[in-house]
Nanobody
Framework: QVQLVESGGGLVRPGGSLRLSCTAS????????MGWYRQTPEKVRELVAT??????????NYPHSMNTRFTISADHAKNTVYLQMDNLTPAHATVYFC????????WGQGTQVSVSP
């Protein structure tokens, strides 16, 4: 069973940046499109960024209008997906998770992002 471990969260001031990491216990990035999710106050996980590796190259998508400050990328050699988060606001504060873009793998523990002056 594949395990996902998220890291990189923390406390930043408004306008600050964080880079989240998600490492899979084995190579899945070449098999699945991957995504980052944010948890809403109702504990629902919303997709905020996806990365698919197509024959023509990587394709990214940011489904949520809040996520114009996000950049998803991956290092296949490290089985790791990243989420660069820039110019953060308090609205971005929550727990972030990674998974496939259809959430087919058991969830990891997530990583907490806090934004406060």
């Amino acid at each position: 069973q594949v395990q996902l471990v998220e890291s990189g969260g923390g406390l930043v001031r408004p306008g600050g940046s964080l880079r989240l990491s998600c490492t899979a216990s084995r190579n899945i990035l070449s098999l699945y499109a991957m995504g980052w999710y944010r948890q809403t106050p109702e504990k629902v996980r919303e997709l905020v960024a996806t990365l698919a590796l197509l024959n023509s190259g990587p394709v990214t998508n940011y489904p949520h209008s809040m996520n114009t400050r996000f950049t998803i990328s991956a290092d296949h050699a490290k089985n790791t997906v990243y989420l660069q988060m820039d110019n953060l606001t308090p609205a971005h504060a929550t727990v972030y998770f990674c998974n496939t873009n259809t959430a087919t793998i058991a969830w990891g523990q997530g990583t907490q992002v806090s934004v406060s002056p």
